[in-house]
């Protein structure tokens, strides 16, 4: 079995700034790519942001030059640097990751999600 665990959200003004962090853990025998959704109130989930096994990294067009998001392989964490945070950028943040384990080809992971409410 995998889990994701994630933590860091919860309320912030706008133009200030939080770190979501997700670490996976289990039978893991590889981790490719990791990424972060956002589930807003009334809206679909959407990419926010993931990174390869390579670390190269893609954004949502809203995020771009205010969140970064990172990975520590040999802890199998991924992160995400968010800054100059705006209300819109309220939802629940799910963290995602594909990964082999020592039973079973690779899987779609999920975390349990986390808060993040930016206050206007």
């Known amino acids: 079995q995998v889990q994701l665990v994630e933590s860091g959200g919860g309320l912030v003004q706008a133009g200030g700034s939080l770190r979501l962090s997700c670490a996976a853990s289990?039978?893991?025998?590889?981790?490719?790519?990791m990424a972060w959704y956002r589930r807003a109130p009334g809206k679909q989930r959407e990419l926010v942001a993931v990174i390869t096994s390579g670390s190269d990294t893609s954004y949502l067009d809203s995020v771009k030059g205010r969140f970064t998001i990172s990975r520590d392989n040999a802890k199998n964490t991924v992160f995400l640097q968010m800054n100059s945070l705006k209300p819109e950028d309220t939802a629940v943040y799910y963290c995602?990751?594909?990964?082999?384990?020592?039973?079973?080809?690779?899987?779609?992971?999920w975390g349990q999600g986390t808060q993040v409410t930016v206050s206007s």
């Open positions: 995602n990751a594909l990964i082999a384990t020592v039973f079973h080809d690779q899987d779609n992971y």
């Open positions: 289990g039978a893991i025998r590889s981790i490719n790519a």
